[in-house]
């Protein structure tokens, strides 16, 4: 019989809810919580599989978001280990990423419902011009000026018709998802060192 311990699921989505999180914990066996965890992991996907109402950030979110709820619903919840001034970051970086999402959303149905319809050279025209009001949505603007300078190659190769408009779909999503890591890394940084670093 295994010797009961108390697993930690390490938050790669700690920024997802409106309370100050650090990590879900529950009192399993390892196989029990590779287990958990595959399901829901499972679960989270299949949630969102078919919602393509956003960005491959605003996806991932809302799969963090689904990961969370199906493991607090096999009955792991969160534990909090942080002083006063960590529990403040946490909430401000809460806050940020919620008006980060609202002021993404209009960008991203117009890119949704007027650029991808046009053709291939207006199309990439089209995104290139709602740049600046992404960088100025962000809480990171120089993550989000990375993100556009790593996309500009992409582009080019698009427009030379090197890449399909599927494949260069798919290397934006991929970019997205890498950008968001590094904005969890830097809040995760920032709440451990108790600092905000964000633009608001």
Not at 128 to 148: G, H, R, T, V, W
Request: net charge neutral.
């Amino acid at each position: 019989m295994y010797k009961h311990f108390i697993f930690f699921i390490v938050a790669s989505f700690l920024i997802t809810g409106c309370a100050p999180k650090n990590q879900l914990v529950k009192d399993v066996t390892p196989d029990q919580l590779g287990k958990d965890n595959g399901e829901c992991k499972l679960e989270a996907q299949k949630a969102t599989q078919f919602d393509l109402s956003g960005s491959a950030l605003v996806q991932q979110i809302r799969q963090n978001e689904a990961l969370e709820n199906c493991l607090q619903a096999k009955g792991y919840v969160w534990q909090q280990e942080s002083n006063e001034q960590q529990n403040d970051i946490k909430n401000r970086y809460t806050q940020a990423v919620t008006k980060w999402k609202i002021n993404l959303e209009p960008i991203q149905e117009y890119i949704i419902n007027i650029c991808r319809p046009q053709e291939d050279k207006d199309y990439v025209k089209c995104i290139n011009e709602k740049n600046e009001e992404i960088i100025a949505a962000s809480f990171f603007p120089d993550l989000e000026i990375k993100l556009s300078n790593a996309l500009k190659e992409s582009k080019n190769q698009f427009l030379r018709k090197e890449i399909t408009r599927k494949e260069f779909r798919d290397v934006v999503s991929q970019l997205e998802r890498e950008h968001w890591n590094k904005m969890k890394e830097r809040m995760n940084n920032d709440i451990k060192a108790g600092v905000y670093t964000g633009k608001y």
